[in-house]
């Protein structure tokens, strides 16, 4: 007897011409719809509309199938549109994976789609009010935090995690090979950098100088352990944002690997130790290259990729362009780190 498990399920609502329907229930016929309703348009008239319940590892196959149908001239013409499903009744229970037929597994889906992805990210990498507002709460938190050496409050600061989503942003971005978004990603990464900086600097100023705290002292030191945190911080949060999966945990992770060195920068400043200020600089470098390095890395392995040959050709070149920066990046930083370690007093 097959067993069988819950089916996890997305509501797609397609409106397009009427003269398209024929092509669209073709396209999409083999790719695991669960149900299919087609109603007429009233407004405007001439157009349908299908509601269509998909797997969902089927449903980014299923995407690409039916703009596919569309050209780009047609943009005006057409919308889909992914909505949420909390529960189904008559819950909907499937045949596990191994029973399904070869070709309904072949496709294989990261658990959210590539327009979902793109509309998430995007929406995290901009410079608005909000971001910034973020970016000063965490830097005053984190700051006086590890003034005051206290873990709990810069595990505070970490659990706001400012920089998260334009670093994974720009993870996206590459992977897509969208310019667009990368730009956008990296004016969002650096305005969140510079206001870290030029605040935590502030404070540095402003504030008697105390090196006693071991929470600020420890962010201009890096070792190939702080590397391999980082590495996987930014696996885990790519992981977790193609997924679906909650990202409040790695979040924080993320956030120590990025915000305590970028605090800690402009208070070592502040406070004339430039010494350990070019520590925490080393420190943020590391963090930053591994962190989007492994999240890259994790998006390619994913299959987060274009639609179309022509720009699937453009995003590698992006690819490969991004990895080899990274990784030559990653080399010289790990021979500042080990240069260090064996000249501790320099």
């Known amino acids: 007897m097959a067993s069988v498990t819950r089916m996890t399920t997305r509501q797609i609502l397609v409106t397009a011409p009427k003269s398209s329907l024929s092509y669209l229930v073709q396209g999409i016929r083999d790719v695991g719809v669960v149900d299919l309703k087609v109603i007429e348009a009233a407004d405007p008239p001439g157009d349908v509309v299908l509601l269509i319940l998909a797997e969902d590892g089927s449903r980014q196959d299923l995407l690409d199938r039916m703009q596919a149908v569309f050209g780009p001239e047609d943009e005006d013409c057409w919308r889909i549109t992914l909505l949420p499903i909390e529960a189904t009744v008559p819950r909907l ?5 191994a029973e399904k037929p070869k070709e309904r597994r072949e496709f294989a889906s990261t658990g959210r789609t590539r327009e979902e992805i793109y509309d998430s990210v995007w929406r995290n990498a901009r410079t608005d009010r909000n971001y910034i507002t973020f970016v000063v709460l965490s830097t005053i938190v984190a700051a006086f935090g ?7 409050v810069v595990v505070g600061a970490m659990v706001i995690a400012p920089l998260l989503g ?44 105390d090196l006693a705290s071991r929470e600020l002292l420890s962010r201009s030191a890096v070792g190939f352990d702080g590397m391999a945190i980082a590495l996987a911080s930014g696996a885990a949060a790519a992981l977790s944002l193609v ?3 909650s990202a409040a945990l790695v979040g924080v992770m993320v956030a120590v690997a990025l915000l305590p060195p970028t605090v800690a920068i402009g208070l070592f400043v502040g406070f004339g130790h430039p010494d350990l ?17 492994a999240a890259q890395t994790v998006m390619i392995s994913r299959g987060i990729t274009p639609r179309t040959f022509y ?18 990046l990653l080399g010289v930083l790990a021979g500042l780190i080990w240069w260090r370690l064996l000249h501790p007093a320099a």
């Open 166 to 209: 334009p670093n994974l942003a720009l993870s996206v971005g590459i992977a897509l090979g969208d310019g667009q978004l990368m730009a956008k990603a990296l004016r969002t990464n650096l305005a969140g950098v510079v206001v870290a900086l030029g605040l935590s600097l502030a404070i540095g100023l402003l504030w008697p100088p």
């Open 146 to 152: 590890m003034l005051a050496d206290n873990v709990a």
């Open 243 to 245: 997924t679906g999966l």
């Open 93 to 97: 229970d499937v045949e596990e994976e």
């Open 311 to 328: 720009e699937k050709k453009s995003a590698s070149r992006a690819q490969w362009i991004s990895a080899a920066i990274s990784l030559g």
């Open 277 to 293: 200020a070019n520590g925490a600089a080393t420190l943020l470098a590391v963090n930053v290259v591994c962190v989007n390095l």
